[in-house]
T-cell receptor, first 116, second 111 residues
């Protein structure tokens, strides 16, 4: 497909378990973002990757959260020892090289995480 | 983390009416102000965006008004339609390395 792809679309886990969420950005997009959206709330910035630069991790809420990106391709967001407050929709977005265009973010449909 | 304040939280408008959503920002270094539209179960999608060198941008029924001195910008939806029912997010960005989103406005356009 031509859009941003996220998996799984839904994940139910038990408190204390680790989860991995995957994002496949649009081919050619050098920038990749992760956001968290709690029920009925806005988008909370988590982390930003741009090419081979060091990622901006300033939005990660705790050291239980980490993310990796392979080159300019797939990214994985990992949440260790999940807590109930981690329940949310995790959205991934990608964009062309920043500064070279309108800055439009293309979002995936999100991974809905429920921690029991 | 929120640096842009959005209001109202929810909005009900009759079909054909005007929907107005407001945002106020703090950081004057930001130079890109987009609006995103999100339907249930979907990711947000860019609706319209503006830079602070213009005071207004119009695309079809959607208009952004920008007041740099007041650090405010708003989205106007003219002739609102039931298909416009969605959640709308304003955002601000500088250098595109970090987008700060508002808390969202849930719009319900009644037929």
């Amino acid at each position: 497909g031509a859009g941003v792809s996220q998996s799984p679309s839904n994940k139910v886990t038990e408190k204390g378990k680790d989860v991995e969420l995957r994002c496949d950005p649009i081919s050619g997009h050098t920038a990749l973002y992760w956001y968290r959206q709690r029920l009925g709330q806005g988008l909370e910035f988590l982390i930003y990757f741009q090419g081979n630069s060091a990622p901006d991790k300033s939005g990660l809420p705790s050291d239980r959260f980490s993310a990796e990106r392979t080159g300019e391709s797939v990214s994985t967001l990992t949440i260790q020892r999940t807590q109930q407050e981690d329940s949310a929709v995790y959205l991934c977005a990608s964009s062309l090289q920043p500064g070279m265009n309108t800055g439009e973010l293309f979002f995936g449909e999100g991974s809905r995480l429920t921690v029991l | 983390q929120q640096q842009v304040k959005q209001s109202p939280q929810s909005l009900i408008v009759q079909k054909g009416g005007i929907s107005i959503i407001n945002c106020a920002y703090e950081n004057t270094a930001f130079d890109y102000f987009p609006w995103y539209q999100q339907f249930p179960g979907k990711g947000p999608a860019l609706l319209i965006a503006i830079r602070p060198d213009v005071s207004e941008k119009k695309e079809g029924r959607f208009t952004i008004s920008f007041n740099k001195s007041a650090k405010q910008f708003s989205l106007h939806i003219m002739d609102s339609q039931p298909g416009d029912s969605a959640t709308y997010f304003c955002a601000e960005a500088g250098d595109f390395n970090k987008f700060y989103f508002g808390s969202g406005t849930k719009l319900n356009v009644k037929p």
